[in-house]
């Protein structure tokens, strides 16, 4: 399973339908899911990491099933959505993004300039497997969508197809390793 996060809680959110253009491009391959409940987590505190909510055991057990995940986010004041944050604070004390797959898309109207390293830098100190190369900075998503949400640009639709296929060449890379092994 391919686990999506968003940094963006709006409604009607480019990141969001930048997750609905990858469920889309994943459908026939992966199974693919888009954790819902990033708006929701509890405020992180050291004090609850031990014995976290309920929501914070099911995120993390989410992520540990994982086989890869992917977020999109755009970029607040030059850094990362403090939702976002908050809910990848929660997994800092936890082992489940150890080696595992992430790709990082950053939409803003920059290209997420700040966002982008930023995120890549967190999720490298979680010992995240970020696949650079696979991931995309994508500027102004406004205009990559229609008034009913539809991806309309073909060359930001062939990014992202080929964002999602080096992760999955990556994950079948793994398959087989543990077959192998
Ligand atoms: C609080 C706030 C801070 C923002 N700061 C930045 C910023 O520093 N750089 C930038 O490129 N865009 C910034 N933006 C614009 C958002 O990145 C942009 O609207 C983005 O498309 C929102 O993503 P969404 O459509 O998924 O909600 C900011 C927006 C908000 C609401």
Same mark, same amino acid.
């Given at each position: 399973m391919i686990?999506?996060?968003?940094?963006?809680?709006?409604? *009607?959110s480019t990141n969001?339908? /930048?997750?609905a253009a990858?469920a889309?491009?994943?459908? !026939?391959?992966?199974?693919?899911? @888009?954790?819902d409940?990033?708006?929701?987590l509890?405020h992180f505190s050291?004090d609850d990491?031990d014995?976290?909510?309920a929501?914070v055991?099911?995120?993390?057990?989410?992520?540990?099933?994982?086989?890869?995940?992917?977020i999109?986010?755009?970029?607040y004041?030059?850094?990362i959505? *403090?939702?976002l944050?908050?809910a /990848?604070?929660?997994?800092v004390s936890?082992?489940?993004? !150890?080696?595992k797959?992430v790709? @990082?898309?950053?939409?803003s109207?920059?290209?997420?300039?700040f966002v982008?390293?930023?995120l890549?830098e967190?999720?490298?100190t979680?010992?995240?497997?970020v696949l650079v190369?696979a991931s995309?900075?994508?500027?102004g998503p406004?205009?990559?969508?229609?008034l009913?949400?539809?991806?309309?640009?073909?060359?930001?639709e062939a990014q992202?197809a080929?964002?999602?296929?080096a992760?999955?060449?990556?994950l079948g890379?793994?398959?087989?390793?543990d077959l192998?092994?």
């Amino acid at each position: 399973m391919i686990l999506a996060l968003c940094g963006s809680n709006r409604a *009607g959110s480019t990141n969001h339908l /930048l997750l609905a253009a990858a469920a889309r491009l994943l459908a !026939d391959v992966d199974e693919f899911r @888009v954790y819902d409940g990033v708006a929701t987590l509890p405020h992180f505190s050291p004090d609850d990491d031990d014995a976290p909510p309920a929501s914070v055991v099911a995120l993390r057990a989410l992520v540990g099933q994982a086989a890869a995940v992917l977020i999109s986010t755009p970029e607040y004041a030059h850094g990362i959505p *403090g939702s976002l944050k908050n809910a /990848l604070d929660w997994l800092v004390s936890t082992t489940v993004l !150890d080696q595992k797959p992430v790709v @990082v898309w950053s939409a803003s109207p920059t290209g997420g300039e700040f966002v982008h390293p930023a995120l890549i830098e967190v999720l490298r100190t979680m010992s995240g497997n970020v696949l650079v190369g696979a991931s995309l900075q994508i500027a102004g998503p406004r205009r990559l969508f229609d008034l009913h949400g539809h991806l309309t640009d073909a060359a930001t639709e062939a990014q992202l197809a080929d964002s999602l296929e080096a992760l999955r060449r990556t994950l079948g890379v793994a398959e087989r390793a543990d077959l192998h092994s």
